[in-house]
């Protein structure tokens, strides 16, 4: 039977683990989680002077490569309904002047901003939590403009049977024991539940279709643990 957890626990979760958030995706990912990010960012294609949106924005990793591509002429939005999280994203944007981002609590489903208004897109480890996908995604569409480009990155169940060995054995021995050093074993108990009913590859870029985008890509990595769906408009 696969746990599903409401939009309140999960929005309550983010929030808790929000100080030691980005110390755990460094250590559980072995610091690939930042080459993945790189990569995302690049695929959405993001132009010096352009207006960027980072959905599900988290303490902003994904954000500040953004702001840094599109440089001082350009803005980006982070949006991201844990509020914890988006202090620890200003926090950090401080640090760097020059850069023009502005932090938005909001819901992915419901995103607070306008038609047609972003040059791209980003989204890292929030479609995975959102509790209806095709709607995040129409949402994505309605706030791009004609043309613009949405990369989103999350975690995957690979298809290949070694790796998918593979991955219960880093769930089992990585993750829930640097987890319980923290103190959040049962917080991060989400991640599996979480992965078997997250669609596959292909099904992403059918529902990337059924939201209107012209263009439905994805490629995976790290074996298939990760994937980016990187959509057109």
Request: charged residues 20%; hydrophobic residues 40%; aromatic residues 10%.
């Amino acid at each position: 039977m696969t746990t599903t957890y409401s939009p309140e626990q999960v929005q309550t979760l983010f929030n808790r683990i929000a100080p030691v958030y980005d110390e755990l995706n460094h250590r559980l990912s072995w610091g690939l989680h930042q080459v993945w990010k790189q990569m995302t960012v690049k695929w959405a294609s993001p132009q010096p002077g352009e207006t960027a949106l980072d959905v599900c924005c988290g303490s902003g990793d994904i954000a500040l490569l953004l702001a840094k591509a599109v440089g001082q002429r350009g803005r980006v939005v982070g949006v991201d309904f844990a509020r914890e999280q988006l202090a620890i994203a200003q926090k950090r944007a401080s640090q760097f002047p020059m850069i023009n981002c502005t932090w938005v609590e909001g819901n992915a489903l419901e995103l607070p901003c306008e038609d047609n208004y972003f040059n791209c897109a980003t989204m890292g480890y929030g479609l995975r939590n959102v509790t209806d996908i095709p709607r995040s995604l129409q949402e994505l569409h309605r706030v791009l403009k004609p043309h613009a480009k949405a990369a989103i990155l999350d975690f995957h169940h690979p298809t290949n049977s070694l790796m998918q060995q593979f991955q219960r054995w880093y769930l089992d021995t990585i993750v829930v024991p640097t987890a319980t050093e923290f103190n959040l074993k049962a917080d991060y108990a989400y991640i599996s539940p979480s992965l078997d009913r997250f669609p596959t590859g292909q099904e992403q870029v059918k529902l990337g279709y059924q939201a209107k985008f012209q263009h439905a890509t994805h490629y995976s990595l790290a074996g298939g643990m990760m994937g980016v769906l990187l959509l057109t408009k």
